[in-house]
């Protein structure tokens, strides 16, 4: 692939539910010629021209799909960018939603949304390394390499795996919320991650 990787953003939309953190998930519509028609993943996309910068894009795209106001996310700060096999440099930004909350689908982007607890996720029995065969489209050479590829297990009638799966994992090694409670959490959280630009709602 010739170039430089394009720029996007997802949000990593944290909540409390039933007195646990949980991340917020999508699953993509169905849609002929997307390579990531029906995944799972984190509401985002690709940075547009009018977007002031990558917060911006994981915020607005955030509203677009699943209709969570901008003002109503608490930011945290963001990850370190992850480059996919699509060739994008995707920045994971953290932020705090409340919840319950009226989310308003974009059908055409997002067939559902469902949670996940950090409690679970964080367990090594839900998810395991698997190996697949790269990419055609990677410049790679004969024979082709095998890529490992994170799959946890079903969860509420869905798989996590792929980018979506590897960004998961990096947050939680990240905050290491082994053994946490909510208190030491949200502590963690805003020790450990890059905080955002300008921003001050978390000091």
Excluded: C
Excluded at 82 to 111: D, K, M, N
Excluded at 119 to 147: T, V
């Amino acid at each position: 692939m010739d170039g430089p990787p394009k720029p996007a953003a997802v949000l990593l939309p944290l909540l409390r539910r039933e007195g646990e953190w949980h991340l917020l998930y999508i699953r993509r519509s169905e849609r002929k010629r997307d390579r990531h028609s029906g995944q799972v993943a984190f509401p985002g996309g690709r940075v547009e021209p009018e977007d002031r910068d990558i917060v911006h894009t994981a915020l607005r795209e955030t509203h677009e799909e699943v209709g969570i106001a901008n003002e109503h996310v608490r930011l945290l700060g963001r990850l370190r960018p992850y480059h996919t096999i699509t060739h994008y440099q995707v920045t994971p930004v953290v932020g705090v939603i409340p919840w319950p909350y009226p989310l308003q689908l974009q059908r055409s982007e997002v067939a559902r949304t469902f949670t996940i607890p950090l409690r679970w996720l964080g367990d090594p029995r839900n998810y395991e390394l698997r190996h697949r065969e790269s990419s055609p489209q990677l410049p790679l050479p004969e024979p082709r390499p095998e890529i490992p590829v994170v799959y946890y297990d079903e969860y509420d009638g869905e798989t996590l795996w792929g980018a979506t799966a590897r960004m998961t994992l990096s947050f939680l090694h990240t905050v290491g919320v082994d053994g946490l409670d909510g208190a030491q959490l949200d502590g963690k959280l805003r020790e450990v991650l890059e905080p955002v630009d300008g921003d001050t709602r978390w000091q």
